[in-house]
Nanobody, 115 residues
Framework: QVQLVESGGALVQPGGSLRLSCAAS????????MAWYRQAPGEQRELAAH???????KYAASVKGRFTISRDNAKNTVTLQMNSLKPEDTAVYYC?????????WGKGTLVTVSS
C-alpha cells in the first residue's frame, strides 16, 4: 500500500514557475513508476509527465521542454518543476504510483495560472 500526498499548488502568473512535490509513504516506493496527471475543469484527466523506476522520463507534448519530473528514492518523493507556465496549464495535478495493474493516487493539488 502506498499513500501519496501532493503539495505546492498555487496561483501563479503566466510565464512563472512552480514546483510540485509528492510525498509517498508505505513500502516499495523505488519499484513504482511515478507520474503526474492533470485535470482541467470540464476535461478528462491526462498524463503530464512520467518517470520509471529506473529514471526514464516521458512528457506530454504540451509540457515538453517546460516541465521536468524527477524522483528521490531515498526521500520517497517525486517532484514536477514547471516553468514558463501558461493559462492552459491550469488544472488539478495528481500524483500517481503504478506497478503493473496496481495504481495509487493522491488527492491532488490545484495550480492556477492567471494574471
Amino acid at each position: 500500500q502506498v499513500q501519496l500526498v501532493e503539495s505546492g499548488g498555487a496561483l501563479v502568473q503566466p510565464g512563472g514557475s512552480l514546483r510540485l512535490s509528492c510525498a509517498a509513504s508505505g513500502s516499495g516506493f523505488s519499484i513504482y513508476a511515478m507520474a503526474w496527471y492533470r485535470q482541467a475543469p470540464g476535461e478528462q484527466r491526462e498524463l503530464a509527465a512520467h518517470i520509471t523506476s529506473g529514471g526514464g522520463t516521458k512528457y506530454a507534448a504540451s509540457v515538453k521542454g517546460r516541465f521536468t519530473i524527477s524522483r528521490d528514492n531515498a526521500k520517497n518523493t517525486v517532484t514536477l518543476q514547471m516553468n514558463s507556465l501558461k493559462p492552459e496549464d491550469t488544472a488539478v495535478y495528481y500524483c500517481n504510483a503504478e506497478r503493473g495493474l496496481v495504481n495509487y493516487w493522491g488527492k491532488g493539488t490545484l495550480v492556477t495560472v492567471s494574471s
